[in-house]
């Protein structure tokens, strides 16, 4: 499912993951070959029913995203009162290689992506944030139908 179907059935989580995550430094997390977690910073892209994320073609998160697709990725928090909230998405991601997607996110993008860059679609299978109101974690959550 695409960032769009988050959009269509949890407008208001698909709202606060965007304000949180797009163009902003979040963490994504993918699995090794060894299966162990392996935990990286990026800058994700949201815009027209899409969550991409561009990335050096050495890198290790694309490789493991390559091999295994499943990840998670966390909003960081702004300080350690988590007054911003936190946001968080998992599913699997993939290679793009569509030139029309490519040009979206270039577009989309807050920084302009080196031509070597590869990109990545993130599908997803759940969200979930917190927000905290009058000292009391306030949480949604929301996963794909199967």
């Given at each position: 499912m695409?960032?769009?179907?988050?959009?269509?059935?949890?407008?208001?989580?698909?709202?606060f993951?965007?304000?949180?995550?797009?163009?902003?430094?979040?963490?994504?997390?993918?699995?090794?070959?060894?299966?162990?977690?392996?935990?990286?910073?990026?800058?994700?892209?949201?815009?027209?029913?899409?969550?991409?994320?561009?990335?050096?073609?050495?890198?290790?998160?694309?490789?493991?995203?390559q091999?295994?697709?499943?990840?998670?990725?966390?909003?960081?928090?702004?300080?350690?009162?988590?007054?911003?909230?936190e946001?968080?998405?998992?599913?699997?991601?993939?290679?793009?290689?569509?030139a029309?997607?490519?040009?979206?996110?270039?577009?989309?993008?807050?920084?302009?992506?080196?031509?070597?860059?590869?990109?990545?679609?993130f599908?997803?299978?759940s969200?979930a944030?917190?927000?905290?109101?009058?000292?009391?974690?306030?949480?949604?959550?929301?996963?794909?139908?199967?």
């Open positions: 695409s960032w769009q179907t988050l959009e269509d059935q949890q407008p208001e989580l698909a709202a993951g965007a304000e949180r995550l797009n163009g902003k430094v979040a963490y994504l997390a993918t699995v090794r070959k060894s299966g162990a977690p392996r935990l990286h910073p990026m800058t994700p892209i949201i815009g027209h029913g899409h969550l991409f994320v561009f990335m050096e073609p050495t890198s290790p998160k694309g490789h493991d995203l091999r295994d697709g499943r990840y998670a990725i966390h909003g960081a928090v702004s300080d350690n009162s988590g007054v911003s909230g946001f968080s998405v998992t599913g699997k991601a993939r290679l793009i290689e569509s029309q997607l490519r040009a979206l996110a270039v577009d989309l993008a807050s920084y302009s992506p080196a031509d070597r860059y590869v990109l990545f679609e599908d997803i299978e969200a944030s917190t927000i905290y109101a009058d000292d009391q974690a306030v949480r949604r959550f929301w996963k794909r139908e199967t």
